[in-house]
C-alpha cells in the first residue's frame, strides 16, 4: 500500500462541474503539496498546506492532519482544468533532505 | 511562485552519444535540486538529490555514472545521461527548493528520446 494515496485516479466531469480530488497519507508530514501536471509534462505548483484550507480562484484545498487527509476542490471545472492532478507529502524528518511521497496522481479530463 | 527553468523542453539523441539538461533557479537560490523520472502515466521517480556544492545523493536502483548531476551553483543543476540507450528514453523533471523552504518548485521537463 502506498503511503500517500489518491483517489479517484480518472475523472470525467462536464464543464460546470464542482470537482474533489481526495489524498490520504499514512505518515506523518509536515506540510502536502498538491501539483498540477499538464499534458505538455510541465507541473505547477498550486498549494502547500499544513493546516486548514486555501483558496485560489477556483481551485480549494483542505486538509485535516488528525484524519490524515486533504482535498483539493475545482468550482465550475472548464476543460482548460484538464490535466493531472498530484498530491505530495512532506513527511516529518529529521535528515532535511525534504524529500516528497507522490500520490498516483488524478488524471481529470472536462468536456465541453 | 519562484520559477524554475528546464533546458531543452525535448531532445533526441543516438544511441551511445551523451546528453545534458539544465536545470535554473530564476529568482531564488536553489539549494537543493531534485532529478526526477518519469514513465507514461506514473508518477514522478525521484533520481536524485542534489545539494550546492556536494555530491549528488542517489536513489537506490540509480547508476551514478549513467547520470551525472552537477550542482556548481546556487541557480544552476545540469543532468547528464551518459551513453545513452533507447531504455533511457522517457521525462525528466527537476525541481528545486531554498534553504529553510519545504516546497519545492518544478521545471518544464525534457523529454528524451533516444534513436
Known amino acids: 500500500k502506498n503511503e500517500v494515496e489518491q483517489s479517484p485516479q480518472n475523472l470525467t466531469a462536464q464543464e460546470g462541474e464542482f470537482i474533489t480530488i481526495n489524498c490520504s497519507y499514512s505518515v506523518g508530514i509536515s506540510a502536502l503539496h498538491w501539483l498540477q501536471q499538464h499534458p505538455g509534462g510541465g507541473i505547477v505548483s498550486l498549494f502547500m498546506?499544513?493546516?486548514g484550507k486555501k483558496k485560489h480562484g477556483r481551485l480549494i484545498a483542505t486538509i485535516n492532519i488528525q484524519e490524515k487527509h486533504s482535498s483539493l476542490h475545482i468550482t465550475a471545472s472548464h476543460p482548460r482544468d484538464s490535466a493531472v492532478y498530484i498530491c505530495a507529502a512532506h513527511p516529518l524528518t529529521t535528515s532535511g533532505t525534504y524529500k516528497y511521497i507522490f500520490g498516483t496522481g488524478t488524471r481529470l479530463k472536462v468536456l465541453a | 511562485g519562484a520559477v524554475v527553468s528546464q533546458h531543452p523542453s525535448r531532445v533526441i539523441c543516438k544511441s551511445g552519444t551523451s546528453v545534458k539538461i539544465e536545470c535554473r533557479s530564476l529568482?531564488?537560490?536553489?539549494?537543493?535540486m531534485f532529478w526526477y523520472r518519469q514513465f507514461p502515466k506514473q508518477s514522478l521517480m525521484l533520481m536524485a538529490t542534489s545539494n550546492e556544492g556536494s555530491k549528488a545523493t542517489y536513489e537506490q536502483g540509480v547508476e551514478k555514472d549513467k547520470f551525472l548531476i552537477n550542482h556548481a551553483s546556487l541557480t544552476l543543476s545540469t543532468l547528464t545521461v551518459t551513453s545513452a540507450h533507447p531504455e533511457d528514453s522517457s521525462f525528466y523533471i527537476c525541481s528545486a527548493r531554498d534553504w529553510g523552504h519545504t516546497e519545492a518548485f518544478f521545471g518544464q521537463g525534457t523529454r528524451l528520446t533516444v534513436v
Open positions: 498546506l499544513s493546516s
Open positions: 529568482d531564488f537560490q536553489a539549494t537543493t
